[in-house]
Structure formats: C-alpha cells, structure tokens
Nanobody, 123 residues
Framework: QVQLVEAGGGLVQAGGSLRLSCEVS????????MGWFRQAPGKEREFVAT??????YYADSVESRFTIWRENVENTAYLEMSSLKPEDTAVYYC??????????????????WGQGTQVTVSS
C-alpha cells in the first residue's frame, strides 16, 4: 500500500517562508515522479511543481519563489516556499506518479495522493 504523508503546513505572514515535506512508503521512491498541487477555497486544484529523475518544472505563478527537490535516501520530496503571498493560501497536496515523464502538470498522470496540508498566508 502506497502512502504519502505531508507535513509542514501552517500560518505565515506575507513575505514569509514555509517548507512542506512528503514522505512516501510502499513504493520504490527513486522510480517515482513527485508533484505538488494546491486547491484554494472555491477553486479547482492546480499544479504547483513537479520533479522527476530528468528535472523539475514549476507553474508560472510560483516560478522563482518555490523550489522542489527530493532526498531519495529519505524517501521524501520537499517544497520550499518563499516570498509567500495571500493568494498562495490553499490546501497543498503531494502526488506521486509511476509514469515515465520528464514533467507533467496533469492530475491524471499522478497515481497516488497525500491527504493535503493547509497553508495560510496572512496579509
């Protein structure tokens, strides 16, 4: 059984930083592409960032402010968020894919999902 467990969400002031983590169990982590998505109240879930063995890719809205990376020995993916804005407020979801792609922004390409962690940015 594959499990993705997120941690690191919380309340932060605009301009601040947060680091999210996503620990994976039940699959060979090295073989997985990892992604982060978010869903703000009243909006659809949207792509944030992804990382595979070939590289990483970001949504335009977070490019240069967010960094995704992975520590294979820890079976964990991370999302470092800086210069946070109130519009970054959302539930952030970690996702994992067994598909072989460089990057994917589509939810359907991801096979496993975490439970989500709330990030709230106050103005």
């Amino acid at each position: 059984q594959v499990q993705l467990v997120e941690a690191g969400g919380g309340l932060v002031q605009a301009g601040g930083s947060l680091r999210l983590s996503c620990e994976v169990s039940g699959r060979s982590f090295r073989r997985l592409a990892m992604g982060w998505f978010r869903q703000a109240p009243g909006k659809e879930r949207e792509f944030v960032a992804t990382i595979s063995s070939r590289g990483s890719y970001y949504a335009d809205s977070v490019e240069s402010r967010f960094t995704i990376w992975r520590e294979n020995v820890e079976n964990t993916a991370y999302l470092e968020m800086s210069s946070l804005k109130p519009e970054d407020t959302a539930v952030y979801y970690c996702a994992a894919s067994e598909k072989d792609f460089y990057f994917s922004t589509g939810e359907d390409d991801y096979d496993y999902w975490g439970q989500g962690t709330q990030v709230t940015v106050s103005s």
